[in-house]
């Protein structure tokens, strides 16, 4: 009988120690998760006005929240004043803001902003950083050179009320056209991708934005769409910028792969490792 008991003691014990290895094992797991996958965390970057949960392991990866009237408004006028004031595209001043969307897509905004941390990294590394449309960046000789002329949509983001604004990274929202709602989704899911990009473009092979609403109209076939009674998709995208560059007259680098780099001999040149990701 003594031995029994002492058996059940000893089974008792190891059933404890066991039980306490599988917390420590479980704790240690869960720490170690954490570190490898950020994502799961809840994430102070994404905007707190966001609709979409993005610390539920379930449900839709992007949500389409469409905004309030008054947004509408303000975007029906931005597409207004940021028209060429030499556009031909009558049907652009003309035109009518049917709807507006949000995009919200937890993977593409942490892809985008792990890539604008990176940007601001090689920016400082390189002795660079300001604000894109104001003379601010371009006091010091250090600094991101301003764009000049100013951006036509400078003052979207304290409109939106923003949040993570980073000038250092020369953030700026610029208009895209595309020329379908499909192709609008397909980027909203998957991004910009450069390997699509067609060659011979006018600034090189690359994603293009503009600050002209006429110009991403154009490329939204609004003319063709308007004698159909269809409406144009244009997206409104948050951009890091970096170190511009500004391209020549002359068309050389119209074939361009990348930007050039930087050199310290040359005004306005832009490292090549420090450019702008767009989101």
């Known amino acids: 009988a003594e031995q029994q008991s002492q058996?059940?003691?000893?089974?008792?014990?190891?059933?404890?120690?066991?039980?306490?290895?599988?917390?420590?094992?479980?704790?240690?797991?869960?720490?170690?998760?954490?570190?490898?996958?950020?994502s799961r965390q809840k994430s102070p970057s994404h905007p707190s006005y966001w609709r979409l949960d993005c610390d539920a392991e379930a449900g839709p990866p992007t949500e389409y929240?469409?905004?309030?009237?008054?947004?509408?408004?303000?975007?029906?006028?931005?597409?207004?004043?940021?028209?060429?004031?030499?556009?031909?595209?009558?049907?652009?001043?003309?035109?009518?803001?049917?709807?507006?969307?949000?995009?919200?897509?937890?993977?593409?905004?942490?892809?985008?902003?792990?890539?604008?941390?990176?940007?601001?990294?090689?920016?400082?590394?390189?002795?660079?950083?300001?604000?894109?449309?104001?003379?601010?960046?371009?006091?010091?000789?250090?600094?991101?050179?301003?764009?000049?002329p100013p951006l036509e949509t400078a003052g979207v983001q304290e409109f939106l009320k923003e949040e993570r604004w980073d000038a250092d990274a020369g953030e700026a929202y610029l208009f895209h056209g595309v020329p379908s709602e499909e192709a609008a989704f397909e980027?909203?899911?998957?991004?910009?991708?450069?390997?699509?990009?067609r060659e011979g473009g006018m600034f090189g092979s690359g994603c293009y934005f503009t600050d002209e609403s006429c110009k991403a109209a154009f490329y939204a076939n609004i003319q063709a769409l308007e004698q159909d009674s269809r409406a144009a998709v244009v997206l409104v995208c948050r951009v890091s910028l970096g170190h511009h560059f500004q391209v020549p007259s002359d068309g050389k680098e119209r074939d361009?792969?990348?930007?050039?780099?930087?050199?310290?001999?040359?005004?306005?040149?832009?490292?090549?490792?420090?450019?702008?990701?767009?989101?």
């Open 7 to 38: 058996r059940v003691q000893e089974l008792e014990s190891n059933k404890k120690r066991r039980r306490t290895e599988e917390l420590e094992a479980t704790r240690v797991l869960e720490e170690v998760d954490k570190l490898l996958s950020p």
């Open 65 to 148: 929240p469409e905004l309030e009237p008054e947004e509408r408004a303000f975007f029906q006028e931005l597409i207004q004043k940021c028209c060429h004031k030499q556009c031909n595209l009558s049907s652009v001043r003309d035109s009518e803001v049917l709807r507006v969307f949000r995009i919200e897509n937890k993977t593409r905004w942490e892809v985008y902003e792990a890539k604008k941390r990176e940007l601001v990294r090689r920016l400082r590394a390189a002795g660079g950083g300001g604000t894109v449309g104001s003379s601010a960046g371009a006091a010091a000789g250090s600094a991101i050179p301003a764009v000049e």
């Open 187 to 197: 980027i909203a899911d998957r991004g910009f991708n450069r390997h699509f990009a």
């Open 256 to 279: 361009a792969k990348r930007p050039p780099r930087k050199c310290p001999c040359v005004k306005n040149r832009t490292n090549a490792d420090a450019c702008g990701f767009q989101y």
